[in-house]
């Protein structure tokens, strides 16, 4: 392969999304206001470079909320929490400020009324995702997990009439389709949330690799391996008629045989990604001769989220409140 055959084609849209570019910013204001140390639960997003770098700024993450030293402040991750968290926050004296994608409390709130309607609901998704663990916990009684449509028949509701689903925000757009159509097969009223819960932008980088796919001899998706939307693309990749895809944190692991034979390259992100690693690896990439790059836009986003609005007060001022 020549030189002037090899090209890359950039995924547009790829990297932040609204929901991640708010949380990191969210932990960045607290540092800003209230000094380090700012604690974190679970990684704000699950992205290793965003993580390793705000750490280095002073955020301190932990894996649950009695790891937080009583009256400390707390961030709650892009993710989401259960109920349950907020309340142990509470009784520890935590300062909390929430930095949950708007798009996932949207989700919350549709389990939450689905269960004030006394419904079963299926929430689609991947049992351990700290989304999916905080979702549930909106209505542990009424929430049933299912990761895809070869689990639907292991489904137990006490009225098939009474049914509805809800998903993860960060899956495989057609495998969750596949899901529901199972699940419909099933019950037949099963009712749908009120709008899609697959978040626009995991859609969005889904369909632009899907539209480069099928021209790529190999597709180098950026992302942490914990990522959920990121590893869907590297499955989107392949589904899409790519001839290999794959995962890596940053350039520095991309694996330079991959190239061998290669024509185009596609490279796009996961929703957790900085473009300065997508940068760096295009600068890989060209000093291997992929120094043409095309960018494939499928869809433009222009959706921002207001930040919690705990960074608009002085959260050192606040009383301290007992619970008991």
């Known amino acids: 392969m020549t030189a002037t055959n090899r090209r890359v084609l950039l995924a547009k849209p790829r990297g932040y999304c609204a929901g991640v570019d708010r949380a990191v910013v969210t932990v960045e204001k607290a540092l800003e206001q209230y000094g380090a140390p700012i604690y974190v639960r679970k990684q704000i997003v699950h992205n290793t470079h965003v993580v390793r770098t705000l750490e280095e700024r002073g955020a301190v993450f932990v894996e649950?909320?009695?790891e937080v030293p009583e009256g400390?402040?707390?961030v709650f991750s892009a993710h989401g929490v259960s109920p349950m968290v907020h309340d142990e926050a509470a009784r520890r004296?935590?300062?909390t400020i929430d930095a949950t994608c708007p798009l996932v409390t949207k989700v919350h709130k549709e389990a939450k009324r689905f269960a004030a309607e006394d419904r079963d609901i299926?929430?689609?998704?991947?049992?351990?995702?700290?989304?999916v663990e905080g979702t549930s916990g909106e209505a542990p009684e009424h929430i049933q997990i299912v990761e895809s449509p070869d689990e639907v028949h292991k489904v137990q509701v006490r009225n098939p009439d009474n049914v509805s689903w809800l998903s993860q925000t960060t899956l495989s757009v057609d495998e969750t389709n596949a899901t529901v159509d199972a699940l419909r097969e099933r019950f037949p009223n099963l009712l749908d949330p009120p709008s899609d819960d697959i978040c626009y932008a995991t859609s969005n980088r889904q369909d632009a690799v899907k539209a480069m796919a099928p021209e790529c001899d190999l597709v180098v998706v950026v992302g942490s391996d914990n990522s959920s939307n990121s590893v869907r693309l590297?499955?989107?990749a392949l589904e899409a008629g790519a001839g290999a895809?794959?995962?890596i944190d940053n350039a520095s692991l991309m694996d330079d045989s991959w190239l061998d034979g290669v024509g185009t390259v596609g490279v796009t992100s996961g929703a957790s990604v900085p473009d300065l690693l997508v940068q760096?690896?295009?600068d890989r990439l060209a000093g291997h001769g992929f120094d043409t790059v095309q960018e494939v836009?499928?869809?433009q986003e222009s959706l921002t989220f207001s930040l919690p609005k705990e960074l608009r007060r002085n959260l050192r001022s606040l009383p301290v409140v007992e619970v008991t």
């Open 297 to 299: 836009e499928t869809a």
């Open 245 to 247: 895809a794959h995962l």
């Open 72 to 74: 400390a402040i707390v």
């Open 234 to 236: 590297v499955e989107v």
């Open 122 to 131: 299926i929430l689609i998704g991947h049992t351990g995702h700290e989304e």
């Open 280 to 282: 760096s690896l295009l």
């Open 93 to 95: 004296n935590l300062t």
């Open 64 to 66: 649950e909320t009695g």
